[in-house]
């Protein structure tokens, strides 16, 4: 005897992208000293759901069933009682996505040698 059961994939209710460009140059500066710098830049395109079903906290919207007090849920969507927009961030507010690198390499032996890099990961 034996049983099977199948189970649908997940279906995606949202769609998103990422553009992100980085330059990097190698300056040998002695035989034995190495500096690197690299800039990274992004571009996100945020999560936009594709029929309005998602929600999330406003804390300025009044709340009906609170007696208007400010802190209610915001369906995203057109319609009576949603945001009128599906669009969960602004794309505006993440344009100074800047991430500078720098690394140095110091070769003590030719064997051995020492690295340190730094990043801002945003």
Do not use: C, M
Not at 21 to 40: A, M, N, Q, S, W
Not at 75 to 90: E, K, S, V
């Amino acid at each position: 005897s034996s049983a099977q059961r199948s189970i649908p994939s997940p279906v995606r209710h949202f769609s998103d992208n990422l553009w992100a460009f980085y330059g990097e140059d190698t300056i040998k500066v002695t035989p034995k000293l190495t500096v690197t710098l690299g800039l990274r830049y992004e571009i996100p395109l945020y999560a936009k759901p594709d029929h309005g079903v998602f929600s999330s906290l406003s804390l300025t919207r009044p709340n009906p069933g609170a007696g208007n007090l400010p802190g209610a849920l915001e369906f995203l969507g057109t319609g009576p009682g949603r945001a009128g927009t599906n669009i969960i961030f602004d794309p505006g507010d993440y344009l100074r996505a800047f991430s500078p690198r720098t690394g140095v390499a110091y070769a003590l032996t030719p064997k051995t040698v020492l690295r340190v890099g730094y990043g801002i990961f945003l």
